[in-house]
């Protein structure tokens, strides 16, 4: 796994600490828990390149690489992978470092789509800043 962790302007679109309310019966973070913080980074992410509503469409690629442990600090980075006419897809990496803020690691990333949405719920063009 490697251990650098993204460079992308501004840090991470989400920064979080792993509760005791977010695991499973094993005692590691539900991975639905971050997938759902993913996706409000995303959605952050999607939200300063273009104005108005988004649906998150599809996730591909999703990888879990190692379970979140409590008191990890969850960072979450989002780069553009691609744009269309309405939807853009962004690369969504989920790492974690211990309680002292060192030893970084990749737990999980993966490709997330957006649609961009007019009034009427349907697909609209994008309209960039």
Known sequence: ?????????????????????????????????????????????????????????????????????VGDEVGVYCTLQQQGDTSIAVKIETWVRDRSGTNPEKVTEGVFTYVALDENGKPRALDTH
């Open 1 to 69: 796994m490697a251990n650098e962790i993204p460079n992308v302007p501004g840090g991470p679109h989400l920064r979080t600490v792993a509760m005791p309310r977010d695991t499973n019966a094993s005692g590691a973070i539900f991975g639905g828990w971050t997938v759902s913080q993913m996706d409000l980074a995303g959605g952050t992410f999607v939200a300063q390149r273009a104005p108005g509503k988004f649906v998150t469409v599809s996730i591909d690629a999703m990888r879990f690489l190692r379970p979140i442990s």
